[in-house]
């Protein structure tokens, strides 16, 4: 049994730079664009990056332990959910259908269980194959035919994650099906490292994970001061003060194609298997806990601003910071 981080909260209860901190929102193999910003007084922080999870990570705290301790963690828990580790306990699973998981993983699986119950199926991890059709896993972008959709669309769905609570094991219903974590295991990474700090006695911190961050404690007795920035890359939109609190972003920009003049960006609509269609450009929420942060903001992109913010709003302490919409889903 790994000896880990699981935060028992229940779903009610989500690149470069060095000097600025600037923070980037997207896998550093997709487009790049700045999400958010660190801005006033950077003195007395001890800075550090890595490129762990298939993207830049940062962090910045006045204790020079921090970086470290929150690089460990992201390793840690990388081997266990990654798609993209042979070993890892989730590409285990995809592989052979059933497997007894740590503790942890089983946490992190039965949270996304939730999170598809709450969403109404919006926000749902079994969308695997469907990444995988549409080129998303090996960023070798195609159109999919409808039929191979209606067959991928067959091994989606939440309900046919069979969770054990006793013994921790975890099967799927039809052979074939693979979860796909990319949408909240940024988020729970962040709420272990800021635990691990906080063990260590670490009081102040900020991680930037890909453009997800979580703030910890205050910076020089103030709140941490963030900027988010437009999301299509223009000027700033507005600033945010974060205070033991995480901020996640989902945008239409950040792993996507085009194809005869149309968008497909990475978050799939579990019900049509098709690119998610609700207007969203880009959702930025903030929440006490990174894995509500990370996984309401891809929930919120897929239901749209209307039905997004309904979901929301059974989240305490969360908040829908910032939306941009566009009418023209397939615009460009
Ligand atoms: P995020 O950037 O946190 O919004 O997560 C997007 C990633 O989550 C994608 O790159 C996919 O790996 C995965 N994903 C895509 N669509 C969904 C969905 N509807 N529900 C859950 N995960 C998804
Ligand atoms: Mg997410």
């Not at 007395?44 to 204790?63: C, I």
């Not at 460990?72 to 998981?101: C, F, V, W």
């Not at 149309?262 to 880009?282: C, F, M, N, Q, W």
Request: charged share 25%; with cysteine; glycine share 8%.
């Amino acid at each position: 049994m790994i000896p880990g981080c699981i935060l028992r909260n229940t779903i009610y209860e989500r690149r470069y730079t060095i000097s600025s901190f600037v923070v980037r929102r997207s896998s550093f193999v997709g487009c790049f664009l700045f999400a958010v910003l660190l801005y006033g007084c950077q003195c007395q922080l001890h800075k550090d990056n890595r490129v762990l999870m298939g993207t830049f990570v940062e962090v910045a705290s006045a204790d020079k332990r921090a970086p470290e301790i929150v690089f460990a963690e992201i390793r840690r828990i990388e081997a266990l959910l990654s798609k993209y580790k042979p070993e890892s306990e989730i590409s285990r699973l995809n592989k052979t259908g059933k497997i007894q998981a740590s503790p942890e993983t089983f946490y992190v699986i039965k949270k996304a269980k939730e999170f598809w119950q709450a969403s109404g199926g919006a926000f749902d991890i079994t969308v695997g194959p469907l990444v995988d059709l549409w080129g998303f896993t090996e960023k070798k972008y195609r159109l999919p035919d409808k039929e191979s959709i209606a067959a991928a669309l067959k091994l989606v769905g939440s309900d046919k994650i069979i969770l054990n609570e006793e013994n921790y094991m975890i099967e799927f219903k039809t052979q074939g099906m693979k979860v796909d974590l990319g949408a909240i295991a940024k988020g729970y990474v962040l709420d272990c490292a800021s635990a691990k700090l906080k063990e260590s006695g670490i009081k102040s911190c900020l991680i930037n994970l890909g453009g997800q961050v979580y703030a910890l404690g205050q910076k020089s007795a103030r709140p941490w001061k963030m900027a988010i920035r437009d999301s299509r890359g223009k000027g700033f939109k507005k600033y945010l003060e974060l205070e033991d609190k995480s901020i996640a972003t989902s945008g239409d920009y950040e792993q996507y194609f085009i194809r005869a003049g149309s968008r497909y960006a990475h978050i799939l609509d579990p019900k049509t298997g098709y690119p998610a269609e609700s207007g969203i450009v880009s959702v930025t929420v903030s929440a006490p806990s990174g894995l509500i942060a990370d996984a309401l903001s891809t929930a919120i992109f897929v239901l749209g601003k209307e039905k997004g913010s309904v979901l929301a709003k059974e989240f305490p302490g969360t908040k829908i910071e910032d939306i941009s919409e566009n009418n023209d889903a397939r615009q460009q």
